[in-house]
């Protein structure tokens, strides 16, 4: 029932010796112009309906739907008929595959523009990023310079600021923009980080802490040095209360 010939599909039937002189032929060749074979064997299925009801009509050469007889001339006609039939499903066909294609296409340059836009507003996102983190890394430059940031708390935050800034700038250009996220929009992973906070100092012991770390701690001590510093201690912890030793040592200054 089908064949396939260079590229394409024919439907090929083969005529009844009787009805040989009614055709004059002993097959029907039929291009189906397509190499799908899924496509192709519903073409034939169609055919194959059709040429039976041909070949009927051809053994009683009486016109079904009118009831009359019939002519060879009548049967060639009804043949050509469904040669008609099958090159316009073949038209449809066509048009219908060039019609899917022009969508296909349009959904791409549409999916290639939605690309673009995200691109573009990663590149307007990191453009005012960069100048923000230009900004602050010479306002924290010029501190240093000049000599605003002296102490070395001070200073510590400043540098700490600076390789906040500088880690953010590098995770910028490594992610690169997210085409996942919506037209415009700034991914998670673009958004600068907030500020860290300042370290905070570690508590200042007090000073019953201090001289036990310090001094009763340590082995190579002599007991002699350590109850008179001990003594020491007491005297202060009785003025002063059990205070932190920074506090204390303030208090002293």
Do not use: C
């Amino acid at each position: 029932m089908l064949a396939l010939v260079g590229t394409h599909y024919h439907f090929r039937r083969v005529v009844p010796v009787a009805l040989h002189p009614l055709f004059g032929k002993t097959e029907f060749w039929i291009s189906l112009k397509t190499g799908s074979k899924s496509e192709a064997r519903l073409s034939a299925m169609a055919l194959h309906a059709q040429t039976s009801a041909l070949f009927r009509t051809a053994r009683t050469m009486t016109d079904p739907a009118q009831k009359k007889p019939i002519t060879k001339d009548d049967l060639l006609a009804l043949y050509e008929n469904i040669i008609k039939k099958q090159k316009a499903v073949i038209e449809t066909n066509e048009r219908n595959a060039a019609e899917q294609l022009r969508l296909e296409r349009y959904r791409a340059s549409m999916t290639r523009y939605e690309d673009l836009l995200k691109t573009r507003a990663f590149i307007t996102y990191s453009s005012e990023a960069l100048e923000r983190l230009n900004q602050n890394m010479g306002r924290l430059r010029q501190d240093m310079i000049t000599g605003t940031a002296q102490d070395k708390a001070s200073l510590a935050r400043k540098t700490e600021e600076i390789d906040r800034l500088h880690a953010t700038l590098v995770k910028l250009f490594q992610t690169g923009p997210a085409l996942s996220q919506a037209p415009g929009a700034v991914p998670p992973s673009h958004q600068l980080a907030s500020p860290a906070p300042p370290p905070t100092p570690p508590p200042s012991p007090r000073l019953t802490e201090a001289l036990h770390l310090a001094l009763l701690a340590d082995s190579q001590k002599s007991e002699a040095t350590k109850k008179e510093t001990a003594r020491t201690v007491a005297l202060f912890v009785q003025a002063f209360g059990d205070k932190p030793v920074k506090e204390i040592t303030g208090r002293v200054n």
